[in-house]
């Protein structure tokens, strides 16, 4: 059983560029969401889906677009890379909103 | 809105000892309140969770944590600290109702002693 699944683990990227950072779990979970780790601030949730076709914005959406086509899968696109974006970024799951989440181990971005 | 507030940004204590780590919420209804740990370059596993049954709560690797509404608080204690504990630990809130995602403390480091 997978659970969590996030890629890439690492990444380098230009100020400027774009990327999607992925993420799929396979327990059927309805709820779906993005947080950002950052030395002493905890995790913020950037954004989220309560299933497929709907999504909404958490504390810091700004500069990141999410869309959620399918129940598995939960992409996570920065449009325009920024030095603030450096971060540590987590996906996590579970069957509803409120309720204990399953993380995935996080990619970590560096944005240059 | 709901907030988590953990005290103390890093916690020290020796082999054995033990563990308190502070937790304390707000939240206008009544809250499920959970405890995470962050072991270096990993993510987050779930220790324990607190979904308005009993009031103390017991988790895996021997921690627990008791919810008490009159200080709006949910500590995490262990008796006798390990030094495989050191890690980050989170505290998050959400309402019962499931309406709401989770908010995060900004976390515990532990460190363990020998």
């Known amino acids: 059983n997978a659970g969590v699944t996030q890629t890439p683990k690492f990444q380098v990227l230009k100020t400027g560029q774009s990327m999607t950072l992925q993420c799929a779990q396979d327990?059927?979970?309805?709820?779906m969401s993005w947080y950002r780790q950052d030395p002493g601030m905890g995790l913020r949730l950037i954004h989220y889906?309560?299933?497929?076709?709907?999504?909404d914005q958490g504390e810091v959406p700004n500069g990141y677009n999410v869309s959620r086509s399918t129940t598995e899968d939960f992409p996570l696109r920065l449009l325009s890379a920024a030095p603030s974006q450096t971060s540590v970024y987590f996906c996590?799951?579970?069957?509803?909103?409120?309720?204990?989440?399953?993380f995935g181990d996080g990619t970590r971005l560096s944005i240059l | 809105a709901q907030s988590v507030t953990q005290l103390g940004s890093h916690v020290s204590v020796s082999e054995g000892a033990l563990v308190l780590l502070r937790c304390n919420y707000s939240?206008?209804?009544?809250?499920?309140l959970f405890w995470y740990v962050q072991y270096p370059n990993q993510g987050l596993q779930l220790l324990l969770k607190?979904?308005?049954?009993?009031?103390l709560v017991k988790g895996i690797n021997g921690f627990e944590a008791e919810f008490k509404k009159s200080e709006t608080s949910f500590h995490l204690t262990k008796p006798s600290a390990h030094m495989s504990d050191a890690a980050e630990y989170f505290c998050?809130?959400?309402?019962?109702?499931?309406?709401?995602?989770?908010?995060f403390g900004k976390g515990t480091r532990l460190s363990v002693i020998a």
């Open positions: 996590a799951s579970s069957y509803e909103r409120g309720r204990a989440q399953h």
């Open positions: 327990m059927n979970h309805e709820y």
């Open positions: 889906s309560v299933g497929a076709g709907i999504t």
């Open positions: 939240s206008s209804v009544p809250p499920y």
């Open positions: 607190y979904t308005s049954a009993a009031t």
């Open positions: 998050a809130v959400s309402e019962n109702s499931g309406n709401t995602p989770l908010v």
